[in-house]
T-cell receptor
């Protein structure tokens, strides 16, 4: 069974600081996704990582994937308040043909002025 | 295109009643997914369709849960004989499917409260 673990689950940080969220997964997969969820809202796609060594950047967020270590990171540079949200990583569970995404529990990020 | 639409947004019901949720995907998307999200957790995959074919339903939580997509467009998720443990947000998502990124676009969700 595919397991996806994120850490930390909760993060409070100050504006202007840098930080990294980690996502570990337990079995081989060829697709990893990062989503953002604001309170009371649905999930918004941020990044899709399809190969070992893939790196994607959008604004202050950068995601990377190491398939050998089964690890993805989401790095936040010079955080601003608007980035406060819950961030989920999700891995394609193609084992057994389910073809659904398995999500981590999410990282609840609060960025304080 | 207005994205993925779900209805109703909120449903309060008494234990033992049946409820049905509807999802209208993005029109050009042929894959449709249902997920459940409980407080403080990530979404949990339930089932998905490729056009009208339900390709995976073993993850449905019990035989009280069923889903249909009769014409390959909108889909319904029905929960029969609801229990308090069914209280959650039910999310629908759609995608192009096939090879490549296959990014899922999620709807706003239908929140179920079972009293």
């Amino acid at each position: 069974e595919l397991k996806v673990e994120q850490n930390p689950l909760f993060l409070s940080m100050q504006e202007g600081k840098n930080y990294t969220i980690y996502c570990n997964y337990s079995t081989t997969s060829d697709r990893l996704y990062w989503y953002r969820q604001d309170p009371g809202k649905s999930l918004e796609s941020l990044f899709v990582l399809l190969s070992n060594g893939a790196v994607k950047q959008e604004g202050r967020l950068m995601a990377s994937l190491d398939t050998k270590a089964r690890l993805s990171t989401l790095h936040i540079t010079a955080a601003v308040h608007d980035l406060s949200a819950t961030y989920f990583c999700a891995v394609l569970d193609s084992g057994g043909g389910a073809d659904g995404l398995t999500f981590g529990k999410g990282t609840h990020l609060i960025i304080q002025p | 295109d207005t994205g993925v639409s779900q209805d109703p947004r909120h449903k309060i019901t008494k234990r033992g009643q049946n409820v049905t949720f509807r999802c209208d995907p993005i029109s050009e998307h042929n894959r449709l997914y249902w997920y459940r999200q409980t407080l403080g957790q990530g979404p949990e995959f339930l089932t998905y369709f490729q056009n009208e074919a339900q390709l995976e339903k073993s993850r449905l939580l019990s035989d009280r849960f069923s889903a249909e997509r009769p014409k390959g467009s909108f889909s319904t998720l029905e929960i029969q004989r609801t229990e308090q443990g069914d209280s959650a947000m039910y999310l629908c998502a759609s995608s192009h499917g096939g090879v490549g990124a296959n990014v899922l676009t999620f709807g706003a969700g239908s929140r179920l409260t079972v009293l």
